[in-house]
């Protein structure tokens, strides 16, 4: 029994596949290994082109048997890191080193039916230290250097949202943009900003909404689509106080569900990794 346990665990820590990726920098190198194919992954690419809900279930039942991929990371030729998973990639910018001199190693993967994936954070102290995981469904996590310092932003979905209002794959989220500081990403309210639109154009909006039709064939959705995209924009790139103003305009008169649809917008909010720090960042911000 022991032999067997030994043979099951070095079989998890030896390459399950030829290199399929190595990045160097310094004293650091970065493997990826991709699984051997096997008949699972074919029927997972077979599943994947069924309609949402039967696949997501038949997908999950083929999670346990697929073959994991693996990620190594290296110092000095030194295995100091080992893990498996699927779909490993090392971004453009995998190694950062901060303003006092600290170094990190970013790597992404993901597991997820229908996009988004996962940015794992290291920090490369006398032993590799896992500091961050951001995660983000159905999309990204995506690099952009959106204020042209040489150091891309992660833009990521807004996990509070997903599936809502109505749960099904494909339900659009709030994006957020998040900035380097201080050994972490964290909300970039000054970005986020360059969002708002102009008064004038909140105001053409919410009167185009109001006179639009209101009559849905899916008694879930509440709202026009173009009301849930319009307070996605406003709640995230603030103050709140504009997004509930615009609810009140945009809100067909006469229609029903309003103070129940607030109420569930209220408690997304709060349950989000990011937007109680935006909201705190635009009341220190005088609101602004």
Request: proline residues 6%; negative net charge.
């Amino acid at each position: 029994m022991l032999i067997m346990a030994h043979w099951i665990s070095s079989r998890r820590d030896s390459p399950p596949g030829p290199l399929s990726q190595s990045k160097k920098f310094e004293d650091y190198e970065v493997r990826i290994y991709q699984a051997y194919e096997e008949q699972s992954g074919l029927a997972l690419r077979i599943v994947q082109k069924l309609p949402s809900l039967v696949g997501s279930r038949i997908e999950r039942w083929l999670d346990r048997r697929q073959p994991e991929d693996a990620l190594e990371i290296c110092k000095n030729g030194r295995r100091v890191y080992w893990a498996r998973g699927f779909y490993f990639d090392v971004p453009e910018k995998w190694f950062v080193r901060d303003e006092a001199g600290r170094d990190y190693i970013q790597i992404q993967h993901s597991r997820f039916r229908n996009g988004g994936g996962i940015l794992d954070l290291f920090e490369c102290r006398e032993k590799l230290t896992q500091i961050a995981q951001i995660e983000s469904l159905d999309f990204g996590p995506e690099f952009q250097d959106l204020d042209n310092d040489g150091r891309p932003e992660v833009i990521v979905n807004d996990n509070s949202f997903y599936h809502w209002p109505n749960c099904v794959d494909g339900e659009p989220m709030p994006k957020v943009i998040l900035r380097w500081q201080n050994g972490r990403y964290v909300p970039a309210n000054a970005l986020m900003k360059k969002r708002r639109l102009s008064t004038s154009a909140l105001a053409a909006k919410a009167a185009a909404i109001r006179s639009s039709d209101w009559s849905f064939s899916n008694e879930r959705t509440w709202m026009p689509r173009e009301l849930i995209l319009t307070l996605y924009d406003l709640f995230y790139s603030g103050p709140e106080g504009i997004a509930w103003k615009f609810l009140d305009d945009a809100w067909k008169p006469g229609a029903e569900g309003k103070s129940e649809w607030a109420e569930a917008w209220r408690y997304r909010l709060e349950d989000s990794d990011y937007w109680p720090q935006l909201r705190d960042a635009w009341k220190s911000d005088g609101g602004h």
